[in-house]
Nanobody, 118 residues
Framework: VQLVESGGGLVQAGGSLRLSCAASGSSISINTMGWYRQAPGKQRESVAT???????NYADSVKGRFTISRDNAKNTVYLQMNSLKPDDTAVYYCNADAYINFVLIPYWGQGTQVTVSS
């Protein structure tokens, strides 16, 4: 399974960005997908997750500003980020839990940099 992310970049505080992550691979069944982030000197943290049924979960720090969505037919997950703050600066990683031969395995993208200037 390969996860390919796109959409990161540099934006001013208050601006918006949309991240995308497409999963590819043969005979895969994706369960939960999500976005995590890691700022310099900090641990990786969960930003938002979404199940195959559409149930979402957000970190308190992004509630009301970020929206996660997915297209199951395309095995793609999106993260719409509005009202960005300098504290949102981090490398954002896509995650997908996929069933491979009935075993649930986590996969990670390569990461995309999001920088919010003040």
């Amino acid at each position: 399974v390969q996860l390919v992310e796109s959409g990161g970049g540099l934006v001013q505080a208050g601006g918006s960005l949309r991240l995308s992550c497409a999963a590819s691979g043969s005979s895969i069944s994706i369960n939960t997908m999500g976005w995590y982030r890691q700022a310099p000197g900090k641990q990786r943290e969960s930003v938002a997750t979404i199940t195959s049924g559409g149930r979402t979960n957000y970190a308190d720090s992004v509630k009301g500003r970020f929206t996660i969505s997915r297209d199951n037919a395309k095995n793609t997950v999106y993260l719409q980020m509005n009202s960005l703050k300098p504290d949102d600066t981090a490398v954002y990683y896509c995650n997908a839990d996929a069933y491979i031969n009935f075993v649930l395995i986590p996969y990670w993208g390569q990461g995309t940099q999001v920088t919010v200037s003040s």
